[in-house]
T-cell receptor, first 113, second 113 residues
Framework: EADIYQTPRYLVIGTGKKITLECSQT?????MYWYQQDPGMELHLIHY???????EKGDLSSESTVSRIRTEHFPLTLESARPSHTSQYLC????????????FGSGTRLTVV | KQEVTQIPAALSVPEGENLVLNCSFT??????LQWFRQDPGKGLTSLLL?????REQTSGRLNASLDKSSGRSTLYIAASQPGDSATYLC????????????FGSGTQLTVLP
């Protein structure tokens, strides 16, 4: 049973709309991450947070933004969706990568038409 | 900067065969190495975690080995089954940090019935 939840599971939305992808975890992990993955391609880190009120951009430049107001919640927002944002977005959390607590959500598959 | 490479990118085998997936990493100063499984359109599931002090780790039909000096890890799958069909990713902690993982691009495995 997953302890990290992503909603929605699938989303089809028109160009220019604002969207928020939700990610919540119940494990008390202080570190959370957002990855972007195109079909059959590798994972790219786009945002991460090491605690409340702490967010950083990842290796892959993204037009999305994130916030971390509560430990358990790490939403990702796109102010104006474009077809180039079509992808799968995966959220993960961990205590400490060294101890193998990395846990992934099921992902949100976003399609912008 | 830690770089993780996986070979082959794709592999197709008949049911019942034993197989080996390869992973190489550039920075051998790692805390651990993890193997994950990803089913199409889903998140990642952790399979095995090998600590830097260990040489191998086993779970059922899966055996992962780690050779830090050569920067290599292998995932051995015994008596493969169609249900093993998935993408397998290895991940090592980012250089100088135990708070993020660097992922390989994965090996897409197809086990034919």
């Amino acid at each position: 049973e997953a302890d990290i939840y992503q909603t929605p599971r699938y989303l089809v939305i028109g160009t220019g709309k604002k969207i928020t992808l939700e990610c919540s975890q119940t494990m008390g992990h202080d570190k959370m991450y957002w990855y972007q993955q195109d079909p059959g391609m590798e994972l790219h880190l786009i945002h991460y947070s090491y605690g409340v009120n702490s967010t950083e951009k990842g290796d892959l430049s993204s037009e999305s933004t994130v916030s971390r107001i509560r430990t358990e919640h790490f939403p990702l927002t796109l102010e104006s969706a474009r077809p180039s944002h079509t992808s799968q977005y995966l959220c993960a959390s961990s205590i400490w990568a060294a101890e193998g607590s990395y846990t992934f959500g099921s992902g949100t598959r976003l399609t912008v038409v | 900067k830690q770089e993780v490479t996986q070979i082959p990118a794709a592999l197709s085998v008949p049911e019942g065969e034993n197989l080996v997936l390869n992973c190489s990493f550039t920075d051998s100063a790692i805390y651990n190495l993890q193997w994950f499984r990803q089913d199409p359109g889903k998140g990642l599931t952790s399979l095995l975690l090998i600590q830097s002090s260990q040489r191998e780790q086993t779970s059922g039909r899966l055996n992962a080995s780690l050779d830090k000096s050569s920067g290599r890890s292998t995932l051995y799958i015994a008596a493969s089954q169609p249900g093993d069909s998935a993408t397998y990713l290895c991940a090592a902690p980012l250089s100088g940090s135990a708070r993020q993982l660097t992922f390989g691009s994965g090996t897409q495995l197809t086990v034919l019935p």
